[in-house]
């Protein structure tokens, strides 16, 4: 008989299944069936299968009895390369070896050598750390050049979360990465796997990964729900992978004529003549929205589970779009009325107004109730509205540097005018700060001027952010560390850079 077996070890059996004894039976040979087994034999593959990918990006090299220790040394040492994410040295490649010898000489087969020796490299300091080998010898005031391996790493895992490549790995090689940085950085940014810079990077920026947390009252916001929400995060993810990947200018986050939506969410948007569940970039000509600000994921998250919080709005603006945040707030504030209290109470505008009469309040609520004010025609899941309550709504409003504006289309306006330099400084900040995978000093200040300045020379393009950050002294270079072996800084690989 013939039959599929998977690997590994097996029982064989043999059994009688169809004995009988009949003693009635006149033939005395025939009362009784029996079998006897002489033999089982045992033969395959009957058809030889091909090796799987994996197999071969590991086994690189076959080996045969006279080249086994030439197989192990090339197999481990291209393994090695990757995981270590530079070239293995000779010590290190000689101990992996003799993983492999030592298995050999317990009487197992080749593989189970090469098995146990990258075992032992998956738990090396090397594969789990971002290592970067100091050069020699090691000064604790000197300032270096990073090598092109850890170059590549710190582009890689900038960009994609994860490891170099093989072209990087190639330019690496050949000392060619540094000369090449722009070609390559615009070559990552189209990659499919710069979508990890959308899920790492945008989604801290920007808060949307809270959405997974937010609720709303149903009651208050019946059409709120699981479906609402993800199309939210889709779209605010979309628009950011769209702007990177199209080379688009940054100015784009705060204004855009163009979104990307799916039946759901244009239906909570009302532009019509959307259908079905895909994603399309849609005109917004026209309509109420346009830019991050006018996005549901933006005005969900920074709302409460019953109203709108012109407060959280304004100061994730502050925050998040100029890098000019609001001191903590004073302890013992009381709170806002809610539910039909609220109502009651007039807008929740007139209700801010009473709030800021305390004068330990007026001074950080004169910078964020403003901007937030902007935002009050979109409730609190980010729906368009022109009342609240019986109240009509006032989204006008003065920012603290004097300028008026009336609306949300306005208050964009006036970012884009008056507040583009402290914008684009403040997203260098924050590109720079997850790039490094720590928080900014004081002496990173020329950096982000550099950055900066980069921006602007080049149109404002999402691709000379990038080049900017990756072209920066602290990117590029590094402090000695005083000498305790060559290999010092060690960053976890799965590290979480928060902007």
């Not at 000489?105 to 750390?129: C, H, M, W, Y």
């Not at 998040?320 to 707030?329: G, H, K, V």
């Not at 952010?465 to 002294?473: A, D, I, M, P």
């Not at 060559?486 to 976890?492: E, F, G, L, N």
Request: net charge neutral.
């Amino acid at each position: 008989m013939r039959l599929q077996v998977e690997a590994g070890e097996k029982r064989v059996g043999v059994a009688f299944i169809n004995d009988y004894y009949n003693e009635k039976e006149p033939d005395p040979e025939k009362r009784d069936r029996n079998a006897i087994i002489h033999y089982l034999e045992i033969a395959g593959p009957i058809e030889l299968q091909p090796l799987p990918e994996s197999h071969k990006r590991i086994f690189v090299r076959e080996p045969t009895p006279q080249t086994t220790n030439a197989a192990a040394r090339e197999i481990i040492a291209s393994f090695a390369r990757r995981a270590y994410r530079r070239p293995v040295t000779a010590q290190e490649l000689e101990r992996l070896v003799g993983f492999v010898q030592m298995a050999q000489r317990d009487g197992e087969n080749f593989g189970t050598g090469i098995k146990l020796a990258l075992e032992a490299l998956l738990v090396s300091p090397s594969f789990l750390f971002r290592g970067e080998l100091q050069p020699e010898p090691d000064n604790p005031g000197s300032i270096h050049w990073v090598d092109e391996y850890a170059l590549a790493s710190r582009l890689s895992y900038f960009l994609w979360s994860s490891m170099p490549d093989e072209e990087l790995f190639t330019l690496a090689a050949q000392r060619k990465l540094q000369a090449n940085l722009e070609s390559q950085v615009k070559r990552m940014l189209k990659d499919p796997k710069a979508h990890a810079l959308v899920e790492n990077f945008a989604d801290q920026w920007l808060q949307v990964r809270n959405l997974a947390n937010i609720t709303r009252d149903p009651a208050t916001f019946p059409d709120f729900s699981d479906e609402l929400r993800t199309a939210m995060g889709r779209e605010t993810e979309m628009f950011f992978q769209y702007i990177m990947q199209q080379d688009r200018s940054v100015f784009e986050f705060i204004d855009a004529d163009y979104t990307f939506v799916n039946e759901r969410l244009a239906r909570h948007y009302g532009l019509a003549g959307i259908k079905g569940e895909e994603f399309q970039r849609v005109s917004l000509n026209g309509a109420q929205r346009g830019g991050l600000l006018a996005q549901a994921s933006i005005l969900t998250v920074t709302s409460t589970s019953t109203r709108t919080s012109p407060v959280k709005r304004g100061k994730w603006v502050l925050e998040n779009l100029l890098a000019a945040p609001p001191a903590p707030p004073p302890p013992d504030i009381p709170a806002l009325k809610e539910g039909k209290e609220a109502l009651h109470a007039g807008t929740l505008r007139q209700q801010m107004e009473h709030h800021r009469a305390d004068p330990s309040c007026a001074a950080c609520h004169a910078r964020m109730d403003p901007i937030g004010f902007g935002l009050e025609n979109y409730d609190a899941i980010g729906a368009w509205r022109t009342k609240e309550g019986d109240f009509q709504i006032d989204s006008s409003g003065q920012l603290a540097g004097g300028e008026s504006f009336q609306g949300a289309a306005d208050l964009k306006r006036i970012l884009l005018k008056e507040k583009k330099e402290a914008f684009v400084r403040c997203l260098s900040e924050k590109m720079l700060t997850y790039a490094l995978g720590r928080g900014l000093e004081y002496y990173d200040k020329c950096a982000l001027d550099a950055i900066s300045r980069e921006v602007a020379r080049n149109r404002y393009r999402f691709s000379s952010l990038v080049l900017g950050v990756v072209r920066s002294t602290p990117f590029q270079r590094r402090r000695g560390e005083a000498a305790q072996g060559r290999q010092a800084s060690i960053t976890p690989v799965r590290q979480g850079n928060n902007p």
